[in-house]
T-cell receptor, first 110, second 114 residues
Framework: DAKTTQPNSMESNEEEPVHLPCNHS???????IHWYRQLPSQGPEYVIH???SNVNNRMASLAIAEDRKSSTLILHRATLRDAAVYYC???????????FGPGTSLSVIP | NAGVMQNPRHLVRRRGQEARLRCSPM?????VYWYRQLPEEGLKFMVY????????ESGMPKERFSAEFPKEGPSILRIQQVVRGDSAAYFC????????????FGPGTRLTVT
């Protein structure tokens, strides 16, 4: 299975944009890029997903490199509620199990 | 629209007892997934079910663990003869038949084996 690489941790100031990077150099043409996050003591939460084009929703934006070997999750204005572990995941089909890596632990500083 | 519901939220069992964890998927969702998160570790996939069918159980321990998703009622994850190493948070997720990309997770059941 194609793997993803993310920094272990990142910090951001409140109300500033946050760019969370993810490398997936062995991605195949059929892999979708998904992002989930897990707030402390809660279940994971779907954030966004994409295949080739950049994607926007109410939670975040996903910027996908032209060669698809990397992507960036963008939180436009970090709030304290955005402090969580963010997981970048590759999935071949819609109904595959989600394989979680260690993720990036995001701290938001007031 | 209620989210994924799991009960109980906290469960304490003595070694050797049975644990039953319940998951009610979101309305209209026919796919259910179970994941386990051991203390200070990441989430691990256990099993994927559709109504009355187990689709993928590659993450289930071979013994003592079983799962079902009957035609009526919640999905059940059953752990027989629990041991201390079963202490973990167990999360259930569900998705719609036509929107499998988005899995919606419940709040989890925290199992403690004493």
């Amino acid at each position: 299975d194609a793997k993803t690489t993310q920094p272990n941790s990142m910090e951001s100031n409140e109300e500033e944009p946050v760019h969370l990077p993810c490398n997936h150099s062995t991605i195949s043409g059929t892999d979708y890029i998904h992002w989930y996050r897990q707030l402390p003591s809660q279940g994971p939460e779907y954030v966004i997903h994409g295949l080739t084009s950049n994607v926007n929703n109410r939670m975040a934006s996903l910027a996908i490199a032209e060669d698809r070997k990397s992507s960036t999750l963008i939180l436009h204005r970090a709030t304290l509620r955005d402090a969580a572990v963010y997981y970048c995941i590759l999935r071949v089909t819609s109904y595959d199990k989600v394989i979680f890596g260690p993720g990036t632990s995001l701290s938001v500083i007031p | 629209n209620a989210g994924v519901m799991q009960n109980p939220r906290h469960l304490v069992r003595r070694r050797g007892q049975e644990a039953r964890l319940r998951c009610s998927p979101m309305k209209g969702h026919s796919h259910v997934y179970w994941y386990r998160q051991l203390p200070e570790e990441g989430l691990k996939f256990m099993v994927y079910l559709q109504k009355e069918n187990i689709i993928d159980e590659s993450g289930m321990p071979k013994e003592r663990f079983s799962a079902e998703f009957p035609k009526e009622g919640p999905s059940i994850l059953r752990i027989q003869q629990v041991v201390r190493g079963d202490s973990a948070a167990y999360f259930c997720a569900s998705s719609r038949r036509d929107r499998g990309n988005e899995q919606y997770f419940g709040p989890g059941t925290r199992l403690t084996v004493t």
